[in-house]
């Protein structure tokens, strides 16, 4: 059974609507009233101005909007979209075809055009023809407005014409208390003037189809722009739409908003099916799209050395050296995100997830360690995650430690920008030669790369100053250093495609191929006897995505972003809530906070939060100013009052306790200097975010940081419909599970197919 969901437009407006909604998202409210300059719930409740088209309609799209989010929050899904004149915006909304904020500043903007082209008035005629109307207006300065349903149409034009046509006229004649003439020939000035306003505007393909007012058919691509332009003046074809629906099988239809005008439509078009003309257009039904299923998960065995039937994907010396059933791994997600119930989850299932180092203390990566050991004793299936951090003497020197003494034998190296001596002391730590002379490495490293450069550093021996240092140290013997000079290393590079996080946004298409003859290249020059493996991360979260992945060469796959949508990962419901609700699109690039004077960029959520464009903001004010007190008050006011929600002076003390108790040299350059000072107070900023998100603080959505790439849309449309929609279904073991059989069934299917054509 297909339903829609729809939004009602201008004259739905009743005095105390939103009560319950509004306060329930007070983020998006408090958004809202900076935008509108006014206060929407004060709006909400004030009879007077919700009969003013300017007021009314900004305010009855934030309560269709939030009502919307409200109504999601309770379960299910639409099949389509639509809604009625304003109600389109709610739609559009809805179908992420772009934020709160764009859709509530166009909607203002509509409001005060069309407010300002007064002078006419609206009619709703009621049981009269159709066609019989459109005879009656033909050749006067009347339009038809709205053909609400068979039952109702709306004219609009001069008030003196109106009433000159209702003398004798068809049907019941009903005047609106509206100032405007809506929908006709007299908003065109407001229609051309509100192309200025969605010129720029970045308007997506809609996720969800949703049915123009203008066509009464789904929206194509391309198109929203003009058709939201055109529909200020062109008649809404409200019951060319629900007839559509009603031939697509839609057999349901739930109003969000105020009132239920749109129920009493649905109704009445049902009953009055459309009377079959051999003049009558076929209504063109869109393509019928084959879904793709998520298969079931098949049963699991003990062993990951058992046979499983189909293609087994992916490169078998992997699965053998990592000791898992796919050549699959979960990457790691820092902050703990990457949890310790994430990696024995995976291990239990004979795959391995790699610990979320990153961003954490010694003692809180020793008491995982402590965890996951106990669960999956010292020898299973897990690793953990080494992140680069500017500091080979400190945190990452005391991080090989510790896993060197805990005998760790996989990790995975990312944001590495070169090799580093903690990361080769390593790497070779056991380093040894088998009974036959070959150089053995016992821990393998997982060496994510988005760069030629870094990969050829990967793929090559330790550098040999840096060996002869680690065995003056101690910390690697002369023996351990002789076989490294035989091995890279890593022997497993992972290309890192548009991936969540620190992020290159390199395509997969051109860096799969490059890093491939790179390793080829790199084979021949130094003759390994064991061959380099290439593997492929970044973006996938479609079996299509995997399948492609291995037809481009991949070795392995690592996933990311869709492991932090899953009851393992370390975050809040409030994140994983929110990361269920993304499409491809709904994706930005902000600064790095480790990386912040640098200008490096992080790939994260950008529906539902602010935090993109505020950190943007922050880095823009850092390059322009050299220091807090060059910025002019109004905009220190407003990072102050909404970005911080604390002053400068209260962010810089304990920024400086931090710094005192820590990195004591770092605080004396600060003290000094004004600009690195500002860096200071502002950095403070990204780690605040990062905290917000995972602790799930309520009313401060607008400010979480969740790193995140447009694998997490993708897979989001993949499972709709299925099991896998809930987050809470969503465990990570089964994401690998279901991604690797189906990416196998579709390439088993191609094979079929090529067979057959051959």
């Given amino acids: 059974m297909s339903v829609v969901w729809v939004f009602p437009g201008q004259g739905s407006q009743r005095k105390g609507m939103g009560a319950g909604v509004l306060e329930r998202y007070p983020d998006l409210c408090a958004r809202a009233d900076e935008i509108l300059g006014y206060s929407v719930a004060e709006l909400c409740d004030d009879p007077k101005r919700l009969r003013e088209t300017r007021y009314v309609q900004p305010a009855l799209f934030t309560v269709n909007a939030l009502s919307f989010l409200a109504r999601q929050e309770e379960g299910g899904r639409p099949d389509y979209l639509a809604g009625h004149s304003l109600g389109e915006y709610a739609a559009l909304f809805a179908a992420g075809c772009f934020d709160f904020e764009t859709a509530l500043g166009l909607v203002k903007r509509r409001g005060e055009l069309m407010s300002a082209a007064g002078g006419g008035a609206m009619a709703a005629v009621l049981g009269a023809d159709r066609e019989r109307l459109e005879e009656l207006v033909a050749g006067t300065g009347v339009d038809i407005?709205?053909?609400?349903?068979?039952?109702?149409?709306?004219?609009a034009g001069p008030k003196d014409e109106l009433d000159a046509l209702s003398r004798g006229g068809p049907g019941k004649w009903v005047p609106l208390s509206v100032s405007v003439p809506s929908h006709s020939r007299y908003m065109e000035p407001a229609a051309d003037a509100f192309a200025e306003a969605l010129d720029g505007v970045r308007i997506e393909e809609p996720r969800v189809p949703v049915i123009a007012n203008v066509t009464g058919r789904p929206y194509r691509a391309g198109e929203a722009a003009e058709l939201l332009r055109r529909q200020i003046c062109s008649p809404v074809r409200w019951v060319d739409g629900l007839r559509y629906l009603m031939d697509q099988g839609v057999s349901e239809q739930v109003e969000i908003g105020p009132g239920d005008v749109l129920t009493k439509l649905w109704t009445v078009t049902r009953r009055h099916p459309p009377e079959p003309s051999a003049e009558q257009e076929p209504v063109e039904k869109p393509p019928a799209r084959e879904p793709v299923e998520a298969p079931a998960v098949r049963e699991r065995v003990a062993t990951p050395a058992a046979p499983e039937p189909g293609i087994a994907l992916g490169s078998a010396e992997f699965r053998a050296d990592y000791r898992v059933r796919h050549a699959y791994l979960a990457g790691s997600m820092f902050k703990g995100i990457a949890s310790a119930e994430l990696v024995i989850r995976m291990g239990r299932a004979g795959l391995m997830g790699f610990l979320g180092a990153g961003g954490l203390t010694l003692d809180q990566i020793s008491d995982a360690l402590d965890t996951v050991q106990s669960a999956l004793g010292p020898d299973g299936p897990y690793g953990v995650n080494l992140l680069h951090g500017f500091d080979e003497d400190g945190l990452e020197r005391e991080t090989v430690d510790l896993l060197l003494r805990r005998d760790v034998r996989y990790v995975e190296a990312a944001a590495y920008p070169h090799v580093t001596a903690p990361l080769v002391r390593y790497r070779y730590s056991g380093a040894h030669r088998d009974p036959a002379g070959r150089p053995v490495a016992v821990r393998h490293v997982v060496a994510k790369v988005s760069r030629p450069e870094v990969a050829a550093a990967f793929m090559r021996p330790a550098p040999q100053a840096v060996l002869d240092r680690l065995v003056r140290e101690g910390a690697l013997s002369a023996a351990e250093a002789e076989v490294a000079a035989e091995l890279p290393v890593s022997g497993d590079v992972c290309v890192e495609a548009d991936s969540a996080g620190h992020t290159d946004g390199r395509s997969p298409y051109a860096l799969m191929p490059a890093i491939l003859r790179l390793r080829d290249?790199?084979?021949?020059?130094?003759?390994?006897?064991?061959?380099?493996?290439?593997?492929?991360?970044?973006?996938?979260?479609?079996?299509?995505?995997?399948?492609?992945?291995?037809?481009?060469?991949?070795?392995?796959?690592?996933?990311?972003?869709?492991?932090?949508?899953?009851?393992?990962?370390?975050?809040s419901d409030a994140v994983k809530d929110l990361l269920a609700g993304l499409d491809v699109q709904d994706t930005a690039y902000a600064p790095a906070g480790d990386m912040f004077e640098m200008g490096a960029q992080v790939q994260v959520a950008r529906k539902g939060t602010l935090f993109p464009a505020r950190a943007?903001?922050?880095?823009?004010?850092?390059?322009?100013?050299?220091?807090?007190?060059?910025?002019?008050?109004?905009?220190?006011?407003?990072?102050?009052?909404?970005?911080?929600?604390?002053?400068?002076?209260?962010?810089?003390?304990?920024?400086?306790?931090?710094?005192?108790?820590?990195?004591?040299?770092?605080?004396?350059?600060?003290?000094?200097?004004?600009?690195?000072?500002?860096?200071?107070?502002?950095?403070?900023?990204?780690?605040?975010?990062?905290?917000?998100?995972?602790?799930?603080?309520?009313?401060?959505?607008?400010?979480?940081?969740?790193?995140?790439?447009?694998?997490?849309?993708?897979?989001?449309?993949?499972?709709?419909?299925?099991?896998?929609?809930?987050?809470?279904?969503?465990?990570?073991?089964?994401?690998?599970?279901?991604?690797?059989?189906?990416?196998?069934?579709?390439?088993?299917?191609?094979?079929?197919?090529?067979?057959?054509?051959?």
């Fill in 616 to 758: 943007n903001k922050l880095y823009q004010l850092y390059r322009q100013y050299g220091s807090l007190e060059e910025i002019d008050e109004r905009t220190r006011r407003t990072i102050q009052d909404k970005f911080f929600r604390r002053s400068f002076e209260e962010v810089w003390e304990e920024t400086r306790a931090f710094l005192a108790a820590r990195r004591p040299a770092e605080l004396a350059r600060a003290e000094r200097d004004p600009k690195h000072r500002m860096a200071l107070v502002f950095r403070w900023y990204f780690v605040h975010t990062i905290r917000l998100a995972l602790r799930g603080e309520a009313g401060r959505q607008v400010d979480y940081q969740v790193h995140c790439g447009p694998a997490m849309g993708a897979f989001n449309r993949w499972v709709a419909g299925t099991e896998l929609a809930d987050w809470r279904a969503r465990h990570v073991d089964v994401i690998a599970d279901r991604l690797m059989e189906a990416a196998a069934g579709l390439l088993e299917a191609r094979l079929r197919d090529l067979s057959k054509d051959g």
């Fill in 145 to 155: 407005a709205n053909y609400n349903s068979p039952e109702q149409v709306v004219l």
């Fill in 521 to 571: 290249e790199e084979m021949a020059a130094h003759g390994y006897a064991r061959r380099i493996r290439v593997g492929a991360s970044g973006g996938i979260g479609a079996p299509e995505a995997a399948a492609a992945a291995f037809v481009l060469g991949a070795d392995f796959i690592v996933t990311g972003s869709v492991n932090q949508c899953t009851p393992q990962a370390g975050t």
